[in-house]
């Protein structure tokens, strides 16, 4: 079992909808996890770090992180078509070094006008 | 800033051949790593460096080779490409270590590598 389940999609929803897209893992060390955003043809950017359980707002965005459950989440709020990306999750047991984080496959994400 | 920048976009190589793909940074980050991304794979750390003169392998280093000798650059070499290394590369850098205590994980374009 991969450590991070992420399904890939694609993810099609009207614009202004409510977009929920999730991961899971498997292994319970991990305490940092982050989402990325992915345009076609570019890097990822970070879009939201939580640290251990709890959940984080950032306008349009809310992350969730669910650690009894190993499952994590990102919210999307009245959804735009500038909100079509690949969305990545990441997790990382250690604060200390970037050689931990460890990636989901990503969901590709489409808003309709 | 640049911010991260990668060249080449694009590049086509034969089975055998070597090449380096070239990534630097102006942000004077300490921290720099190179991934690779590949369809239904997501991302895969290959190579990363702490500071100038330290590296370490990540999860796929098979097949390549870094070095720091500067804090604004990170070249991967790859020794004898392989079909299985066509994928898309992404070097990135931070300040500290990565996205933990809020600090941002800069990502550059990519470069986009094809071994026939």
């Known amino acids: 079992q991969k450590e991070v389940e992420q399904d890939p999609g694609p993810l099609s929803v009207p614009e202004g909808a409510i977009v929920s897209l999730n991961c899971t893992y498997s292994?319970?060390?991990?305490?940092?996890f982050m989402w990325y955003r992915q345009y076609s043809r570019k890097g990822p950017e970070l879009l939201m770090y939580?640290?251990?359980?709890g959940n984080k707002e950032d306008g349009r965005f809310t992350a969730q992180v669910d650690k009894s459950s190993k499952y994590i989440s990102l919210f999307i709020r009245d959804s735009q078509p500038s909100d079509s990306a690949t969305y990545l999750c990441?997790?990382?047991?250690?604060?200390?070094?970037?050689?931990?984080?460890?990636f989901g496959k990503g969901t590709k994400l489409s808003v309709k006008p | 800033n640049a911010g991260v920048t990668q060249t080449p976009k694009f590049q086509v190589l034969k089975t055998g051949q070597s090449m380096t793909l070239q990534c630097a940074q102006d942000?004077?980050?300490?921290?720099m790593s190179w991934y690779r991304q590949d369809p239904g794979m997501g991302l895969r750390l290959i190579h990363y460096?702490?500071?100038?003169?330290?590296?370490d392998q990540g999860e796929v280093p098979n097949g390549y080779n870094v070095s720091r000798s500067t804090t604004e650059d990170f070249p991967l070499r790859l020794l004898s490409a392989a079909p299985s290394q066509t994928s898309v590369y992404f070097c990135?850098?931070?300040?500290?270590?990565?996205?933990?205590?809020?600090?941002?994980?800069?990502f550059g374009p990519g470069t986009r590598l094809t071994v026939l």
């Open positions: 990135a850098s931070s300040y500290t270590a990565g996205p933990v205590g809020g600090d941002t994980q800069y």
């Open positions: 292994n319970s060390a991990f305490q940092y």
């Open positions: 939580t640290y251990s359980s």
């Open positions: 990441a997790m990382s047991e250690y604060g200390g070094s970037q050689g931990n984080l460890i």
């Open positions: 942000m004077n980050h300490e921290y």
């Open positions: 460096s702490v500071g100038a003169g330290i590296t």
